[in-house]
C-alpha cells in the first residue's frame, strides 16, 4: 500500500480503536484519511465507510482499491443510491449517509460490520447526524463490540470528544503551502463575470490545473459560457451529472492542455482532482432552509465558514504547492463553522425514521444539536396528518410502508396512495414521485405552457412540446429513481 501522511498516526489509532469504542480522529485536507484500516480486532468483520456524497464515495473507494492493486467490488465496494460495486469478498464499503440509516432500520445489530467510520464529519448533514445517533442507539443497546471512528479535518474536536467520550488521534499529515490571495469583486460585477475575470487571471499567474467552487449549477453554466481557450479544457462538477461525467472532471487533463473544473460544493472535501494546483473560491454555498410557519424548504444562497474556506483552499495544496483566490476582502469575518444541517432542515424525514426506530422524542439519542421544537412540531404534524404517525407518535402500519420506501414522507405517502398502479415502475405514480423529486427534464420551459402531463408523456417515450428542450440526462435519473420506488406486486 502506498505510504500516506496518516500512517504516522497509525500506531496511536490502532491502540485508540483496540482499548475504546468511539474514537476522534482529526487530520488536515490531503493528510490521506481514507485510508485502509484491517486490523486483528476486527475479526473478519466489515468496515463501513460514510461519504456525504456519491461522487465521494465513488472516488475513495476507486483509490482504496488502487492501493491494494484491485478494482472496485473486491476487497473495496461502494454503495451509493442507485449503484453499487460489492462482492462477496467485500471488506469495506464505502456508502453515503442515509444508506447506513437504512441499514440500522433493517438490521439494528449492524451483524458483520466491525467498524463504522464517519469521514468529513464537520458537515454535519442531517443524514450523519441521524446514523450517528442510531449508530450509537445500536452500540449501546446491542453491539457493545461496535467501533465508531469519526473523522474530519476541522472538527470540534474538544466538544465532540466530551459528547462522546472518546479519545482524539492528530494526524498533522503532509498539506503543500497554499498562498491566498484575496480578489475583491467590483459591487456592482455579477458573479459570473467576477469569476470568469479571475480564472483568467490565475490561467495566466499559475501552473497546472484550476478548480472553481461555485454557488449552484445555474452560475457553473453562466461562468462556462464566458470562458474560452484553445489550451484549457472546461469541465462541470456536481451531484445532478451522471457517474460517467463526474469521473470526467476527476479525470487528468489530455497532455498539453489545461482545465478548468467548475464545482459545487461537492468537490471540497474527500476528492484529490488530478492536475489541481489552484482554487478559486466565490466564497459561496447553497443549502436548502426550511421553514416551519410554511412548511417550505427553499435553497438559499450563503456565505461559507472559514472551515469550509479551509477545505476548498487546501484542494490546491493536495499533491504540490498551490494557490487559492478568495472573491472576498480579507478583512470580511466568517463564521467558524457552518451550521448544522439538522437546525435548518425539514424533520419530517428524521421525525418518521425515529419512530420506525421506536422514538417519539429526539432527546431519547444522543445529538451535538438536538433538533428544533418548532421544526420538530412541524414535523410531527405533518405526519400524523399524512397517517404516518398515531397521536402518540408511534409509527403506524401506513408509516411504516412510507418509510421503507425511502422519498420523501409526503413523495412515499401519495405513492401509496396510487394503488395498484404503482406496482411498475412506469406507472404515473413512481413517475410523478420521481418527476417531483428532481430537477426538470424540461429546459428553457416557457412559464404557464408546459405541465405535468407533457412531462409524464416524455416520460413514457412522447415527445416533447416544440418550444422545450429535453435534458435526457434527468430523463434516465427519474426513471431510475422511479423504478427502484415502485412497489412490489
Given at each position: 500500500m502506498t505510504t500516506l501522511p496518516i500512517h504516522d498516526a497509525l500506531p496511536p489509532l490502532e491502540q485508540a480503536l483496540q482499548t475504546h469504542t468511539r474514537v476522534l480522529l482529526t487530520a488536515p485536507p490531503g493528510a490521506g484519511k481514507s485510508t485502509l484500516l484491517n486490523q486483528p480486532w476486527l475479526k473478519n468483520q466489515k468496515i463501513l465507510m460514510l461519504q456525504p456524497r456519491r461522487v465521494a464515495a465513488r472516488m475513495v473507494a476507486a483509490r482504496m482499491a488502487t492501493s491494494l492493486n484491485e478494482k472496485v467490488g473486491h476487497t473495496v465496494g461502494y454503495r451509493v443510491a442507485l449503484e453499487a460495486r460489492v462482492s462477496a469478498h467485500t471488506r469495506i464499503e464505502v456508502i453515503t449517509e442515509g444508506l447506513l440509516t437504512r441499514r440500522l432500520q433493517n438490521d439494528p445489530e449492524l451483524s458483520g460490520v466491525g467498524l463504522v467510520i464517519f469521514d468529513?464529519?464537520?458537515?454535519?448533514?442531517?443524514?450523519?447526524?441521524?446514523?450517528?445517533?442510531?449508530?450509537?442507539?445500536?452500540?449501546?443497546?446491542?453491539?457493545?463490540?461496535?467501533?465508531?471512528?469519526?473523522?474530519?479535518?476541522?472538527?470540534?474536536?474538544?466538544?465532540?470528544?466530551?459528547?462522546?467520550?472518546?479519545?482524539?488521534?492528530?494526524?498533522?499529515?503532509?498539506?503543500?503551502?497554499?498562498?491566498?490571495?484575496?480578489?475583491?469583486?467590483?459591487?456592482?460585477?455579477?458573479?459570473?463575470?467576477?469569476?470568469?475575470?479571475?480564472?483568467?487571471?490565475?490561467?495566466?499567474?499559475?501552473?497546472?490545473?484550476?478548480?472553481?467552487?461555485?454557488?449552484?449549477?445555474?452560475?457553473?453554466?453562466?461562468?462556462?459560457?464566458?470562458?474560452?481557450?484553445?489550451?484549457?479544457?472546461?469541465?462541470?462538477?456536481?451531484?445532478?451529472?451522471?457517474?460517467?461525467?463526474?469521473?470526467?472532471?476527476?479525470?487528468?487533463?489530455?497532455?498539453?492542455?489545461?482545465?478548468?473544473?467548475?464545482?459545487?460544493?461537492?468537490?471540497?472535501?474527500?476528492?484529490?482532482?488530478?492536475?489541481?494546483?489552484?482554487?478559486?473560491?466565490?466564497?459561496?454555498?447553497?443549502?436548502?432552509?426550511?421553514?416551519?410557519?410554511?412548511?417550505?424548504?427553499?435553497?438559499?444562497?450563503?456565505?461559507?465558514?472559514?472551515?469550509?474556506?479551509?477545505?476548498?483552499?487546501?484542494?490546491?495544496?493536495?499533491?504540490?504547492?498551490?494557490?487559492?483566490?478568495?472573491?472576498?476582502?480579507?478583512?470580511?469575518?466568517?463564521?467558524?463553522?457552518?451550521?448544522?444541517?439538522?437546525?435548518?432542515?425539514?424533520?419530517?424525514?428524521?421525525?418518521?425514521?425515529?419512530?420506525?426506530?421506536?422514538?417519539?422524542?429526539?432527546?431519547?439519542?444522543?445529538?451535538?444539536?438536538?433538533?428544533?421544537?418548532?421544526?420538530?412540531?412541524?414535523?410531527?404534524?405533518?405526519?400524523?396528518?399524512?397517517?404516518?404517525?398515531?397521536?402518540?407518535?408511534?409509527?403506524?402500519?401506513?408509516?411504516?410502508?412510507?418509510?421503507g420506501i425511502g422519498a420523501h414522507p409526503r413523495l412515499a405517502h401519495a405513492l401509496l396512495r396510487t394503488g395498484p398502479d404503482a406496482t411498475s415502475s412506469t406507472s404515473h405514480g413512481a413517475l410523478l414521485a420521481a418527476l417531483l423529486n428532481e430537477r426538470d427534464i424540461f429546459r428553457n420551459a416557457p412559464p404557464n405552457e408546459v405541465d405535468l402531463d407533457d412531462r409524464l408523456r416524455v416520460l413514457h417515450g412522447g415527445g416533447a412540446p416544440l418550444n422545450c428542450t429535453v435534458d435526457r440526462g434527468a430523463v434516465d435519473k427519474i426513471k431510475q429513481q422511479a423504478k427502484a420506488w415502485a412497489l412490489p406486486p
Open positions: 468529513e464529519f464537520h458537515e454535519r448533514s442531517l443524514h450523519a447526524d441521524t446514523a450517528l445517533a442510531l449508530a450509537l442507539d445500536a452500540q449501546n443497546g446491542l453491539r457493545e463490540d461496535l467501533k465508531i471512528l469519526v473523522m474530519s479535518a476541522t472538527l470540534d474536536e474538544g466538544r465532540l470528544a466530551r459528547e462522546l467520550n472518546a479519545p482524539v488521534v492528530r494526524s498533522e499529515g503532509r498539506m503543500f503551502p497554499v498562498s491566498i490571495n484575496h480578489l475583491v469583486p467590483k459591487p456592482e460585477a455579477r458573479l459570473e463575470h467576477t469569476v470568469a475575470r479571475a480564472v483568467q487571471q490565475a490561467l495566466s499567474e499559475q501552473t497546472g490545473d484550476i478548480l472553481v467552487f461555485l454557488p449552484g449549477v445555474g452560475e457553473i453554466a453562466r461562468v462556462a459560457g464566458l470562458l474560452s481557450a484553445s489550451d484549457v479544457i472546461i469541465l462541470p462538477l456536481h451531484g445532478q451529472l451522471t457517474s460517467t461525467q463526474q469521473d470526467a472532471a476527476l479525470a487528468p487533463a489530455p497532455a498539453g492542455t489545461r482545465k478548468v473544473v467548475l464545482a459545487t460544493s461537492i468537490a471540497q472535501t474527500s476528492l484529490t482532482i488530478d492536475g489541481i494546483k489552484t482554487v478559486i473560491d466565490s466564497g459561496l454555498t447553497r443549502k436548502p432552509v426550511f421553514d416551519p410557519v410554511s412548511g417550505m424548504t427553499r435553497l438559499t444562497t450563503v456565505r461559507v465558514s472559514r472551515a469550509t474556506a479551509e477545505q476548498r483552499a487546501g484542494r490546491a495544496g493536495r499533491v504540490s504547492s498551490g494557490a487559492c483566490y478568495r472573491l472576498w476582502a480579507s478583512s470580511h469575518a466568517l463564521d467558524a463553522h457552518d451550521a448544522p444541517e439538522i437546525l435548518e432542515a425539514d424533520l419530517a424525514p428524521l421525525a418518521l425514521e425515529l419512530a420506525a426506530w421506536g422514538v417519539q422524542q429526539p432527546q431519547q439519542l444522543f445529538w451535538l444539536d438536538v433538533p428544533p421544537p418548532p421544526h420538530w412540531a412541524q414535523a410531527v404534524q405533518l405526519l400524523q396528518t399524512l397517517g404516518t404517525l398515531n397521536d402518540k407518535g408511534s409509527i403506524t402500519p401506513h408509516g411504516k410502508g412510507v418509510n
